[in-house]
């Protein structure tokens, strides 16, 4: 089985053509936690399938490094779609990709014939607290208040395709991101988990990011993950609607309009053949 491995600000990833093999869709999880292991296999973030799609251009289907499925990842889907248009399995600059976070809408940025950037419309988030899911009886979960290790931190939690929690503070250190972000990642106040998220506001038009991943743990960046600390910061009035998001491992571009989008690089490190 051929694949590629690539990033997106760093966020790394295994990609495949599952269109003609006899896996199914959902049969992936295996697979994912054997390819992915960093000692024991090619060592990634997770796993991108291409699949064939009755409704899009192409179905992408995406497994974190835990063997967990997930409904969307943003930097996994800039990865995808550099793989799926570099192999020829679409042929054009703009085009459709299902996911289980519904249909995404991709436009290349193609210069001199390569890819540049992948703009991603990343859709409209998602509020309410039923549908994150959060153990509340608020209408919305912002701004709330949750002891963790002895420690009160404020929080706020939208549904960006997955679950995201953010907390921001005046200076981010990855010590806390690994301590804090995996005991809130697994409070039982989150039914499901979280992926979470440490904000630090430089000003109205630049944020820095940093992510412990739901299922995967720390990561170089999470596209799903800035989308939604832009998404919250502005509904807080913090940030303005076009803001440049900086991770550990790059940069994306967030753009706020009738629905959320997101710009950013996608990077190929390899290729091989897996002895599955």
């Not at 003609?20 to 973030?45: E, M, Q, T, W």
């Not at 054009?92 to 703009?119: A, P």
């Not at 706020?156 to 301590?179: A, N, Q, R, W």
């Amino acid at each position: 089985m051929n694949f590629w491995k690539l990033h997106g600000v760093g966020n790394d990833f295994i990609a495949i053509d599952g269109r003609f093999d006899n896996i199914d869709s959902n049969d992936y999880s295996d697979l994912a936690k054997k390819v992915c292991h960093r000692h024991f296999g090619i060592g990634a973030d997770g796993l991108l399938v291409v699949k064939n799609s009755d409704v899009c251009d192409v179905e992408m289907v995406y497994y974190n490094s835990d063997g967990s499925r997930a409904n969307m990842c943003g930097n996994g889907l800039r990865c995808f779609c550099k793989f799926v248009y570099d192999n020829n399995i679409v042929k054009e600059n703009e085009f459709s990709v299902y996911t289980l976070d519904g249909i995404k809408k991709i436009s290349l940025n193609i210069e001199k014939e390569k890819i540049n950037t992948v703009k991603v419309n990343m859709g409209k988030p998602n509020f309410n607290p039923t549908s994150i899911p959060v153990n509340t009886d608020k209408e919305v979960f912002i701004n709330e208040k949750l002891v963790v290790n002895n420690k009160e931190i404020e929080l706020s939690s939208i549904l960006m395709g997955v679950p995201h929690t953010i907390v921001f503070v005046d200076e981010i250190t990855k010590e806390d991101v690994c301590k804090y972000g995996e005991l809130i990642e697994k409070n039982e106040i989150f039914p499901k988990k979280t992926n979470v998220n440490f904000v630090k506001v430089d000003d109205r038009d630049n944020i820095h990011v940093y992510t412990w991943e739901r299922g995967c743990g720390y990561t170089l960046g999470c596209g799903t993950g800035m989308t939604a600390s832009v998404i919250v910061a502005n509904h807080l009035d913090k940030v303005n609607k076009s803001v440049n998001v900086k991770s550990e491992g790059g940069n994306v571009r967030i753009e706020i309009l009738d629905d959320v989008y997101m710009i950013g690089n996608a990077v190929k490190i390899c290729e091989g053949t897996l002895e599955v």
